[in-house]
């Protein structure tokens, strides 16, 4: 379907978008602007791979390496021109993602489908800045990608028909369902998520109870596979952050005020899992 | 090293996670709730790194870590196996 497919920013998300799609048998261009990130992705692809029977039961079929074989890293941009489809990762910061796109617009063919891969930045927004609304989407990916067979899709007021038709054939011919829904800040999962997160942060800045009380009371209870706070520390605290600042001034909605908590912790480098730390230990 | 100094070892390890819980050594972890899927992963990492070993990837099966005896056992097995593989050189 496509010769290559694209993959912009090499962090927790567009590490597992690249694995899935090389363990499909695409082959993928991961670009980042540090060489450092790229070769973490490369470790971290690997390591997924090692650990994947694991989590899921089910045998891997083809070694590492030849998984790895199928993704260039790649700090050059202009290696995109070639790709026809591609997920954008890179850190939730309109300014930072306003340049990336501007630049991808300038560099990709017209045909190529951007698909936003963002926690709540608007698609209708980013799609104003690359000339080609219509080609724009959002594939929120959860986390973590291999693992999770469900991908929200967001359509943006200008999103073509054609558009969505090939998302939902691509994410398909990677083993994934999807639903649409409409644009709006944080779409349906994290307008919600986000929210639930930070009230639980703010019930353990408040000693209300703690960290594993919270988490507890909500798998026992509710019956969900992590409480808020494991969830916060998957996403990554930064992220999360973020995501509620994007939401805050995306309503003008005091609701989606941070928790000051969420705001020492990123100042802290308390991110969660991928730094070792966040409401939990995760050192080894 | 012997099996107590393992076994508390781990024991601490997990203390940290579940903080809330006393672990007994025949306790299945993964049946308790107490645990999520992807805490497994840190688990094995913890163990390679702290006993210097490498696991072989049958071996990386919820079986052999369900309960603090079946993870004492794996890593004696493995340490019984490296130091076999160096006096061997």
Redesign the interface.
Known sequence: MYDYLGVVGAGVMGTGVAQVFAQSGYKTILVDISKEQLEKAKNKIRQNL??Q???TNREISESADTVLERIKFTTDYNELSKVGFLIENVTENWEIKKGVYQKLTEICNDDCIFGVNTSAISITRIGSVTKKAQNVIGIHFMN?VPLKAMVEVIKGVHTSEETIKRTKELLKSIGKDSIVVNDSVGFVTNRAMMIFINEAAFMLQEQVA?A??ID?LF??CFGH??GPL?TAD?IGIDTVLRSLEVLYEGYNDSKYRPCPLLKKMTDAGLHG?KSGKGF???E? | MDTMLIKSKIKEYLM?????YEIKDDDNIFEL?IV???F???L???IE??FGIELE?EE???EKIKTVNDMVELIKNNIEKKEKGALKL
């Open positions: 090692r650990f029977r694991l989590l973590p703690s594993e009380d507890t798998k026992q596979k992590m494991q998957l899992m939990y230990n995760y080894v | 940290r996670s579940v903080r809330n709730g999520h899927s992807l497994t992963i840190q094995i990492m913890f790194k702290n990837d990386l099966d919820i």
